[in-house]
């Protein structure tokens, strides 16, 4: 009698099956990745937007806390005499701040400055007048008493974020010079690179005087 045996199957897993899986955990070491990569440029966006909103938003509190016109009467618009852009300390009223570039920017804590790294700090101050037609800010040729304060500041990586506020001449500074006078300083929107969207405002009732 001939004994006759069956081929035994060798346990464990086949080339294919063994390709299989390979490719299948790659796959989800990929897709968890790119899932970790997004959160952390997520992270760095949301970072990025603080920061800038911040320093921004400190630049403008600088200005709109300084008088309308010059203390001292000088005529002219923007810098005068014995005041330099490159020191912000001398700039003594609101448009001596208009063309105002840093790099690196830098943002006033207390009494002194302190340089805020990788950041670009541009500022311009024009002349402004609502619309009596259509009701809407408009830019003004000559002085009407409101002035628009644009702050715009660039991240270490390129992106641009900007605000604008108003100005009166009968601001909260200077009211002690103007009876009467009703104050004015107002964010009015901010424009971060992922489009514009209000972060603040007051509504704008105490317009200057007609």
């Not at 790294?117 to 402004?128: K, M, Y």
């Not at 002035?147 to 108003?166: D, N, Q």
């Not at 300083?185 to 901010?190: D, K, P, R, S």
Request: net charge neutral; proline share 5%.
């Amino acid at each position: 009698m001939t004994l006759q045996r069956r081929p035994v199957r060798a346990l464990g897993f086949t080339l294919v099956e063994a390709t299989m899986c390979i490719v299948i955990v790659a796959l989800m070491l990929v897709a968890g990745f790119a899932a970790a990569g997004s959160s952390a440029r997520a992270r760095l966006t949301l970072a990025e937007q603080r920061s800038g909103h911040a320093l921004i938003r400190g630049v403008l509190a600088e200005i709109q806390q300084r008088p309308y016109t010059d203390p001292e009467l000088l005529a002219g618009f923007g810098v005068e005499g014995g005041e330099s852009r490159t020191d912000r300390s001398t700039l003594d009223d609101v448009d001596d701040y208009e063309g105002l570039t840093e790099s690196p920017a830098l943002v006033l804590q207390g009494a002194t400055f302190s340089r805020v790294p990788g950041w670009q700090l541009r500022v311009s101050v024009t002349f402004a007048r609502f619309d009596q037609t259509t009701g809407k800010l408009a830019a003004s040729t000559s002085d009407v008493g409101l002035k628009l304060i644009r702050v715009t500041a660039r991240s270490p990586r390129g992106v641009e974020h900007a605000a604008e506020a108003l100005r009166s001449a009968t601001g909260f500074v200077d009211l002690a010079n103007a009876a009467g006078g009703r104050a004015m300083v107002a964010t009015i929107g901010l424009s971060p690179a992922d489009g514009p969207h209000m972060i603040s405002a007051v509504p704008l009732m105490n317009a200057p005087p007609e």
